[in-house]
């Protein structure tokens, strides 16, 4: 039984990593406004679709992946300056509902405009497994893991070496303090929703090989994005990307010793279980300090 268990491992990771990525954009934009923004997983799917038009238009792939990042952070730049900022004074609840209002917006264009079907984006170098301590491994895989790890890393310098990640740093401390100091607000919480764009467009060109990509992939995504975020504690980016790989292994687990039919759910009560245990997440403070 225990036989497959390298296999499950290597599927949860492949598909925890978009969930982290997808985590990691929920965070941005929270720590940075305060907001809980529930059009992430429409990133997710802009990056998936968005790749497959340009390269059905004969862009090169990774010509037609950048393009594809490229526009949804603008598509988060402009949800931000036209959606976001106009009620940004509003209670939270309403501006979550906001969000869910734009969510579905995009989702609704984006049907209009290319439909209902499923698309396939092609595996960056080839479909031969590779066979690595007992699993077949999917090389589309590997590079998922690896781009994840990438964006980590850049994540990383970004917040501790550049003024622009040190400027986002100081809005989620103290946002008066922030604007005391020079800092401008509004331009950091539009740069956060675009750096969410982007995490969120990453995650989805990089899964779409894997998992086909269509309008309404955001949906799923978006929920566990979000609940790998709760698991990993809300507003701390290295929990949320951990959560993410966390949620996927649990899901493929769950899936393969269990059954397939209740994989989401699976997921999901084991989420349940921890927030009664440790309601700030497994890597969130004692209390729900905002860093």
Not at 2 to 11: D, E, I, K
Not at 17 to 37: D, E, P, R, V
Not at 43 to 66: E, N, Q, R, Y
Not at 213 to 236: E, Q
Request: hydrophobic share 55%.
């Amino acid at each position: 039984m225990l036989s497959g268990a390298p296999q499950y491992l290597v599927s949860g990771l492949t598909v925890g990593a978009t969930y982290g990525l997808t985590a990691l954009g929920f965070t941005m934009i929270f720590n940075t406004t305060g907001i809980i923004n529930f059009a992430q997983g429409e990133f997710v799917m802009l990056g998936g679709m968005l790749s497959v038009v340009f390269l059905k238009a004969g862009a090169p792939l990774p010509l037609a992946i950048l393009l594809a990042v490229a526009i949804s952070a603008l598509a988060g730049c402009l949800i931000e300056r036209t959606v976001i900022r106009p009620v940004s004074r509003s209670a939270p609840v309403n501006l979550v509902i906001i969000t869910i209002g734009a969510s579905i917006l995009v989702r609704g264009i984006v049907m209009l405009i290319w439909g209902k079907d499923t698309f396939a984006l092609p595996a960056f170098t080839g479909t031969k497994p590779l066979a690595i301590l007992g699993a077949a491994v999917q090389p589309q895989s590997l590079w998922v893991l690896f781009i994840t790890l990438l964006v980590l890393a850049a994540l990383k310098l970004f917040f501790s070496r550049t003024i622009h990640g040190k400027a986002m740093l100081a809005c989620a401390c103290e946002r008066k303090a922030a604007a005391l100091m020079g800092i401008s607000v509004e331009r950091m919480a539009m740069f956060s929703f675009g750096l969410s764009g982007f995490i969120g467009a990453v995650g989805g060109a990089i899964l779409a090989p894997i998992t086909l990509t269509s309008y309404d992939v955001g949906v799923m995504l978006g929920l566990k994005g979000f609940a790998a975020c709760i698991l990993g504690g809300l507003g701390n980016p290295f929990g949320a990307a951990a959560g993410g790989l966390i949620l996927g292994v649990l899901e493929s687990f769950g899936a393969g010793f269990i059954s397939s039919a209740y994989k989401d759910a699976f997921a999901f009560i084991v989420l349940l279980v921890l927030l009664f245990v440790k309601p700030t997440g497994l890597f969130g403070g004692p209390k729900s300090d905002r860093v």
